[in-house]
């Protein structure tokens, strides 16, 4: 402690921005990561909290996916003796039209039977509403709200309020208030009871329920009654306890979850990186202190430590900052992540209490402290190795040597034979993130060896340009291997990174934009809501026919889209009428005869697959896939793979017809609308609005409407990556910044003596000048080098593990092309605020104490 | 005290360069020696190897009965830390740190309580007339006066051998003479094993013995 005290803590005092800096890449980390797993857990624990309080004492729920089930089957599972209650529920999210209040959660019981799971306990109205539900089943306009709600909206007993249903706005009447907590505390407050009959009508649920609620018999276990349920009602329906839905939101929001956690480690890789440097510089300016120290008998132990227990403190403080900093982003970042969700999943959330998980601040705070002193490890370890004698004689640096250069070729030649094994013959997916991991490190260890040949290669253009200047600046990278090779590794891994999230934005937005081109094509969609993922409100398919006699319209196709589950995970059903796409946005597959796959779709013969879907469950043509309807297992073969953006977990695409018989359902979600030629979409779309209006809930959308719509989705999901890119881009100049620094003061001797012979203060400034331009370039060739590597890595990683989605490989030139002027001119003004210093007053202070000769 | 037998040291470079070639010495508990010869001759090559600073490509290097061949970095450290102190030409005090707190340096090193080492310092500080000035910067300084702040950091732990690489090379006439009788004087009173390397015949003179190194060979032991 005394040797923080006495070593470190002057050096912190000396170098406040740098330590600050140093600093900040652990407080950017910890703060990304807390920031964004409190604002997950937020809207995880929301997600939770509203089951949980509106299950009330509901032991199991019967569910058939999104699309609902017909009410017989409640009287079906009411007739089993393990059921001592089953009541049907249907749940919506819905706009109220009241300003600033987001979605209400509508929650449609039937409550003559539902007060024996749910606790009605009312705050003021009518008890005649509870004690007689027929008053409220009279009255299908009637709702009843939370006290909270109606306190936040100046709401009362008998106040009317509006709210959107399948036939337009509509008002309703508040007939009682709930009292506070418990079951009105779900969904922070904005919740609505209403009748599920009511509910049917108002929310275009046909004759159909989305769950049911069951208490099982006094004496029966809960696991004896799920059991009796399923057999009852087969493969098709889901029966599990309320909990259960909590893992389904989870596994739905995986691959945000992902996300999430691959920022916030992308963010600690750069810290890592911001730590790294500054420990090097930190190293290289104090060697004459380490020199002094080991003289003085400081063990070589003692230097280590004293640079861990630095970093340990910076990472501790960092941490603990970041940690402050990510629950403060946590409270925005909820919002954003509920909004997101909302818009690519369909699913409403309001995570309004962002808890500070103490596990969770404690694992943030040891993550950043452990990252701090991983990355200060190497310099710390050099450190420790500085040469006493070297480092008394003023001037001197340890070169790297030739031996020591050879064993890491050696060692780089030996991993990348391991990771091109990897690549051929590895299967698993150890095998190949142990590939990429050889790659990463064999690119590491062969980086010093690569620059020096870089260097040298790039000496006769130096020299050409300046004789004297360019010569001298290539010979200092030349020979001083050790101090330029950190930088141009962290430069190469950094830009590495830079060109494979820009390949994998790239290359998703190009796919996205050639999928919008041919799959959706149509002039018109008619939807139910302006977010094209929200199936709250359905239409009745005799809206159909009804359309196509609109002037103007010569096509409509129903869609019709419900997540289902498959292999114990949620996946989109979209219900078309194959022969109609077939006709009108025909694709090509990806796997499959075009003819084959159209044809035998269309006949409800077999489904047609997204490439995502069969990359992550291995599908293939001709095998078949079993898919739980509500009138049981669904086996139809694959006959076709197609390119497909529509879900991230992936799409089944099936004829209408096989969608309509096994779920029995014939209700449209969206409605895609071609126009006959010469007619105009501004004058059908009226005309469309002008027919259903006040009869129905729709929205008319333009094909470009639908485009920015899903790419501005598609910008909002590809914005962290931006962000990451242009960190990784801050992180490569910081690189250069700092190696500039670390050679001017190696070199004060140097360029002392430069001054000394008669160069003038310019030329020295070009020296240093052409050296940061070297680096630059150096740095610049690795990094685009590994860059293309990266790539094709992480498109894998994409396809193989987070969406599976394939896109193709396509080097981001045009950025790559942006990055050498950047890089090259940010080398340049990083080394013309450096010279500013040495040219000037700077030179001259240190002059007295260069030695000369 | 100090023995050296048939010691060499080689660096090996583009050209490899003997810097000291089989150098057979002997120097009793309580001398004082200079060590003289031109620039390039191996005299601070032949102080490091006695310091336990680099090691030698050949021969043994004994201090106080205790071989440094084949010792690990850190066992030469403790050697170091134990047996040895070092006076630089450029006296090679840390910056930031006051008078007391530099020369207290090498015994919290050692793992000195605070109060402790605190009071060694300020006892040194006084031996070398420096009392006065404990809580100032180096910079705050005079050159001759930053030497005898080195001294003080050296004596700090009384140790029985001082290594000095040109003490005064760095002086003026007049401050260097002050130095040089400073350190005769603790030689004196303190009785440690003294090696000065130097290029001023008048240090050189003052010393009983004197060794000439000339291209890395011993060429001459001069006893007065």
């Given at each position: 402690m005394m040797l923080l005290g006495l070593i470190s803590w002057p050096y912190v005092r000396r170098h406040l921005v740098r330590s600050l800096l140093t600093t900040l890449g652990i407080v950017l980390g910890v703060a990304v990561f807390v920031g964004m797993h409190s604002a997950n857990e937020a809207v995880l624990y929301a997600f939770h909290r509203t089951v949980d309080r509106i299950a009330g004492a509901t032991h199991l729920q019967v569910s058939a996916g999104e699309a609902g089930f017909d009410e017989e089957v409640l009287e079906r599972v009411q007739s089993l003796p393990e059921v001592r209650v089953a009541v049907p529920v249907i749940e919506a999210a819905v706009d109220?039209?009241?300003?600033?209040?987001?979605s209400l959660l509508v929650l449609a019981v039937d409550l003559t039977g539902d007060r024996s799971l749910r606790d009605?306990?009312?705050?003021?109205?009518?008890e005649e509403l509870i004690d007689d539900p027929l008053v409220f089943l009279a009255q299908p306009d009637s709702l009843m709200v939370t006290p909270e709600f109606a306190e936040r909206n100046g709401l009362d007993i008998n106040s009317r309020m509006p709210m959107w249903t399948m036939e337009g706005e509509k008002q309703f009447t508040i007939r009682a208030v709930m009292r506070s907590g418990g079951l009105a505390s779900a969904f922070g407050g904005n919740l609505a009871i209403m009748d599920v009959y009511a509910a049917q009508k108002v929310f275009g649920r046909g004759r159909k329920f989305d769950r049911i609620d069951v208490a099982v018999t006094e004496g029966v276990t809960v696991e004896r009654a799920r059991v009796a349920i399923q057999r009852l009602l087969g493969p098709g329906f889901q029966v599990g306890p309320p909990s259960s839905r909590g893992q389904e939101f989870e596994s739905l929001v995986s691959v945000y979850s992902i996300t999430a956690n691959i920022s916030s480690a992308f963010a600690l890789f750069i810290g890592m990186f911001i730590i790294y440097n500054s420990f090097a510089i930190a190293v290289t300016q104090r060697r004459s202190e380490i020199g002094i120290l080991r003289a003085l008998g400081a063990t070589r132990g003692q230097v280590r430590t004293l640079f861990l227990v630095e970093s340990g403190i910076a990472g501790f403080v960092g941490s603990l900052v970041g940690a402050m900093g990510g629950i403060l982003l946590a409270r925005g970042v909820a919002g954003f992540i509920a909004g997101l969700l909302q818009g690519v999943y369909g699913i409403a959330q309001r995570a309004d209490e962002v808890a500070t998980e103490p596990r969770l601040i404690a694992f943030a705070i040891g993550m950043g402290m452990a990252t701090s002193v991983l990355a200060a490890w190497l310099p710390a370890r050099n450190a420790a190795r500085v040469d006493p004698v070297q480092a008394l004689q003023k001037g001197k640096y340890q070169v790297l040597s030739a031996g020591e250069n050879r064993i890491r070729r050696r060692a780089a030649a030996l991993l990348g034979a391991g990771s091109v094994l990897c690549l051929l013959f590895g299967r698993s997916g150890w095998a190949f993130y142990g590939g990429y991991a050889l790659t990463v490190v064999a690119s590491l260890l062969l980086a010093p060896s690569l620059a020096l040949w870089l260097a040298e290669a790039l000496r006769p253009a130096l020299k050409w340009i300046r004789p004297v200047e360019g010569a001298l600046a290539a010979d200092s990278l030349i020979q001083a291997p050790r101090r330029t090779s950190g930088t141009v590794a962290a430069l190469m891994l950094s830009l590495a990174q830079v060109i494979g999230l820009a390949g994998i934005a790239r290359g998703s937005y190009g796919s996205i934009v050639d999928w919008l081109a041919t799959a959706l094509n149509p002039d018109l969609f008619i939807t139910t809501s302006q977010n094209l993922a929200t199936r709250t409100f359905h239409f009745p398919e005799s809206m159909g026919p009804e359309l196509r006699k609109i002037p103007g319209i010569a096509d409509v196709q129903m869609v019709r889209s419900a997540r289902v589950t498959f292999r114990g995970g949620p996946v989109m059903v979209v219900s078309v009428e194959i022969a109609g796409i077939a006709k009108r946005a025909r694709r090509r597959p990806v796997e499959g005869n075009e003819r084959d796959m159209y044809r035998l779709a269309a006949a409800g013969e077999g489904v047609i697959v997204s490439d995502n879907l069969a990359e992550l469950h291995q599908l293939h043509v001709g095998d078949v896939l079993e898919i739980a309807a509500p009138t049981g297992l669904l086996r139809l073969p694959v006959v076709g793979v197609v390119l497909d953006w529509s879900d991230q977990l992936g799409t089944v695409l099936m004829d209408r017809s096989v969608f309509t018989r096994h779920w029995r359902d014939d209700l449209v979600d969206i409605f895609r609308v071609y126009l006959a030629p010469g007619a105009s979409a501004p004058d059908v779309k009226s005309r469309i609005l002008e027919r259903f209006a006040g009869s129905r809930r729709l929205f008319v959308l333009t094909n470009r409407d639908v485009r920015d719509y899903i790419l501005r989705l598609t910008n909002q999901w590809l914005g962290l990556t931006y962000v990451q890119i242009a960190v990784a881009v801050l992180v490569a100049l910081l690189g250069i910044v700092n190696t500039l620094t670390v050679s001017i003061i190696d070199r004060r001797r140097e360029l002392g003596v430069l001054q000394a012979v008669g160069a003038l203060r310019h030329q020295v400034r070009h020296t240093i000048w052409m050296e940061a331009i070297a680096v630059g370039t150096v740095g610049l060739v690795l990094g685009l080098a590994l860059g293309s590597v990266n790539l094709y890595y992480v498109l894998q990683v994409a396809a193989r593990d987070l969406s599976g989605m394939r896109v193709a490989y396509g080097f981001p030139v045009t950025l790559a092309l942006w990055l050498v002027p950047i890089m090259l001119g940010a080398s340049f003004v990083s080394a013309l605020v450096r010279t500013r210093r040495v040219g000037g007053a700077w030179l001259a202070r240190r002059g007295a104490r260069i030695r000369v000769g | 005290m100090i023995r050296l037998a048939d010691v060499s040291k080689r660096f090996n470079g583009k050209r490899p360069v003997v810097a000291l070639d089989r150098i057979t010495l002997a120097i009793d508990r309580g001398e004082m020696v200079s060590i003289v010869g031109p620039s390039g001759s191996g005299k601070s090559t032949l102080l490091n190897l006695i310091g336990g600073l680099d090691s030698a490509t050949a021969g043994e290097v004994v201090i106080d009965g205790r071989k440094l061949s084949g010792l690990s970095d850190d066992g030469l450290t403790r050697v170091r830390r134990d047996k040895i102190g070092f006076i630089f030409q450029f006296f090679?005090?840390?910056?930031?740190?006051s008078c007391l707190e530099n020369v207290s340096l090498p015994l919290h090193l050692r793992g000195w309580p605070k109060r402790k080492a605190r009071a060694r310092a300020g006892e040194l500080l006084d031996l070398v007339q420096l009392g006065a000035r404990?809580?100032?910067?180096?910079?705050?300084?005079s050159g001759g006066e930053r030497q005898r702040v080195a001294i003080a950091r050296a004596l700090s732990i009384y140790p029985p051998i001082l290594l000095a690489d040109e003490p005064t090379g760095n002086l003026d006439t007049a401050t260097g003479d002050g130095i040089l009788t400073l350190i005769r004087d603790l030689h004196a009173r303190l009785g440690a094993t003294m090696l000065i390397v130097t290029h001023d015949m008048t240090v050189a003179t003052s010393c009983p013995r004197t060794i000439v190194l000339r291209d890395g060979r011993l060429v001459e032991d001069r006893r007065r």
């Open positions: 109220t039209g009241l300003k600033g209040q987001g009605y306990d009312l705050e003021s109205g009518d | 090679n005090l840390l910056p930031t740190l404990v809580d100032h910067l180096p910079d705050e300084l």
